[in-house]
C-alpha cells in the first residue's frame, strides 16, 4: 500500500521529539508499504522552520523515511499567529498532495481538526481509505482548559467539524480508550457505529529505547550512588506541568535518602529553581535538559519513575490517558507513581506503579515502595516491562494495518 500519515506536527523527531508518525512509518515500511508523511514546515515550540528559501514546499528524506515539509508562517505561543498557521496547514495541503500519487490510505492526525478534516476529505476524492487519528479531543480540550465556554461559536463550529470527521471518515482512532464514552458522551451514537472506534495508544519503540540506554549513558553523581532513593522525574518545565507542586510534596518527604531528580528545561525552571534555593530544599535537584536519547538510561536507573501534572484538564482523563512519557517509564522497568486520576489508566491496568489522586499523596506513596519486598519491587519492575511489550510501536503499527486493510 502507498500510505500517507499527515499530521502538522510530524517533523522529524530530531527537530520535534513526538515520533508517533515517524515510528509507524517505519514499521509500515519494514512490512513492505509506501509511506510518506505530510508535516508542517514550522517546528512546535521553537523559532525554527525548515524551509526558509520561500519555496511552497520541499522533501526529504531522514533516517529512511520520506517526510513533505508545506511552508507555514512562523510563530510563537499560542496566539493568532498560530491559529493562522494551524489554518495555512490545512488549506495548502491539497495542492501539494496533488505532486504525488494517489495513495491507498490516508491517515489524518487531529489536533488539529482542521488538517485532519481535509485528510479525510482527500480521501473520499481519490476514493481511498481514510482513517482520522485523534490525539487531541479539540474543542473538548479547549472547554476543559478554560481557553473558551461550550457555548462559545468557535467551540460550536469545532464541533460541527469534529462530528463531520467522525462520521465521514473510514475509521476513526483514538489515542485515548474511552473514545467511544466521548462520542456516547456528545450524543452521536446514532450517527458514529461503535464499529469504527479504535484504540491505539502512544507508545514505545523497545529496540530503539533498549539500544539507546545501552549507547547512551548518563552520567550523574545522583544516579550513580547507591544510597540515594531516586525519584525521577523527566519533562517539559513549564506552567502547565505545576512543577511547584511537586516542590510541595519533596518538602513533606523526611528521608534523608530520597532525592527528586529532575529532566527538562522550561520558562519556570529558573523560577522553580530559586524557590529551591530560597526554601532550602535540599532534596529536589534540577539536572537540565538533555538529548532524548539520554532518556533511557536516566529513567531506567530511577527507583521510581514520576509522572506529575496539574488540576488543569483532568477532566479530560476520564476518557483515558496518553503522555509519551508513561511509555519511556513502562520501557525502563521501575514502578511508576502518577498523580494524574484516570480512568482506562494503563498504569493500574498492568499494576505497574502506583496512581494518585493528588500529588499530596507522594510522600506516602513514595514510603510504601521504599518498604516492599525484593519479590513485589521486582512484579512492579516486570509489570512495567510487560506494559512498554504491549505499546511497542511494532504491535502498534500491526492494528494500524489492520484498521487500514480493513473491508467494508
Known amino acids: ?71 507555514c508562517m ?3 505561543g499560542n496566539g493568532l499567529k498560530r491559529i493562522y498557521n494551524i489554518c495555512e496547514f490545512a488549506w495548502k495541503l491539497p495542492g501539494v498532495c496533488r505532486k504525488f500519487p494517489r495513495p ?9 481538526p482542521t488538517s485532519c478534516a481535509m485528510g479525510i476529505h482527500l480521501a473520499r476524492k481519490y476514493g481511498c481509505r481514510g482513517v482520522a487519528e485523534i ?19 468557535a467551540v460550536l463550529a469545532l464541533r460541527r467539524l469534529e462530528k463531520w470527521i467522525y462520521e465521514k471518515a473510514d475509521d476513526v482512532v483514538f489515542t485515548c480508550e474511552g473514545g467511544y464514552d466521548y462520542i456516547v458522551e456528545q450524543g452521536w451514537e446514532g450517527r458514529i457505529p461503535r464499529a469504527k472506534i479504535h484504540y491505539i495508544n ?22 550513580e550512588d547507591p544510597s540515594v532513593f531516586k525519584v525521577v522525574y523527566t519533562g517539559s518545565i513549564r506552567k502547565v506541568n505545576h512543577l511547584g507542586l511537586l516542590l510541595d510534596a519533596a518538602k513533606e518527604v523526611t528521608d534523608p535518602r530520597v532525592k527528586f531528580l529532575i529532566w527538562g528545561d522550561g520558562d519556570q525552571r529558573a523560577a522553580l529553581e530559586q524557590q ?18 539520554y532518556i533511557p538510561s ?29 511509555f519511556d517509564c513502562f520501557a525502563a522497568g ?23 489522586s493528588s500529588v499530596s499523596e507522594i510522600p506516602a506513596a513514595i514510603r510504601q515502595i521504599q518498604v516492599l519486598s525484593p519479590q513485589a519491587y521486582e512484579s512492579l519492575c516486570g509489570n512495567a516491562r510487560k506494559a512498554a511489550a504491549r505499546f511497542d510501536f511494532r504491535v502498534l503499527t500491526q492494528e494500524l494495518m489492520e484498521i487500514l486493510e480493513k473491508r467494508g
Open 1 to 71: 500500500m502507498d500510505i500517507w500519515l499527515i499530521n502538522h506536527y510530524a517533523v522529524p523527531p530530531k527537530y520535534y521529539p513526538l515520533a508517533r508518525q515517524t515510528c509507524f512509518a517505519r514499521y509500515l515500511m519494514a512490512m513492505g508499504h509506501t509511506v510518506t508523511i505530510f508535516a508542517a514546515s514550522t517546528v512546535h515550540n521553537s523559532n525554527m522552520n525548515l524551509i526558509t528559501d520561500g519555496a511552497p514546499w520541499r522533501d526529504e528524506v531522514v533516517d529512511g523515511v520520506h517526510y513533505v515539509y508545506i511552508r
Open 74 to 76: 512562523d510563530y510563537q
Open 104 to 112: 491507498d490510505a490516508i491517515v489524518a492526525t487531529s489536533m488539529p
Open 135 to 153: 490525539a487531541d479531543l479539540w474543542p473538548e480540550s479547549i472547554v476543559a482548559y478554560g481557553i473558551a465556554g461550550p457555548r462559545n461559536p
Open 202 to 223: 502512544n507508545g514505545v519503540d523497545l529496540a530503539v529505547f533498549d539500544e539507546n540506554r545501552a549507547r547512551y549513558t548518563v552520567q550523574d553523581p545522583d544516579l
Open 276 to 293: 529551591v534555593r530560597e526554601e532550602e530544599i535540599s532534596n529536589v535537584v534540577f539536572k537540565g535538559k538533555v538529548e532524548k536519547k
Open 298 to 326: 536516566i529513567v531506567s536507573r530511577a527507583d521510581i519513575n514520576l509522572i506529575h501534572g496539574g488540576d488543569q484538564g483532568k477532566e479530560l482523563f476520564r476518557f483515558g490517558i496518553s503522555p509519551n512519557k508513561m
Open 334 to 356: 521501575r514502578p511508576i507513581l502518577m498523580d494524574l486520576p484516570a480512568k482506562y489508566n494503563p498504569v493500574e491496568q498492568f499494576q505497574a506503579g502506583i496512581c494518585l
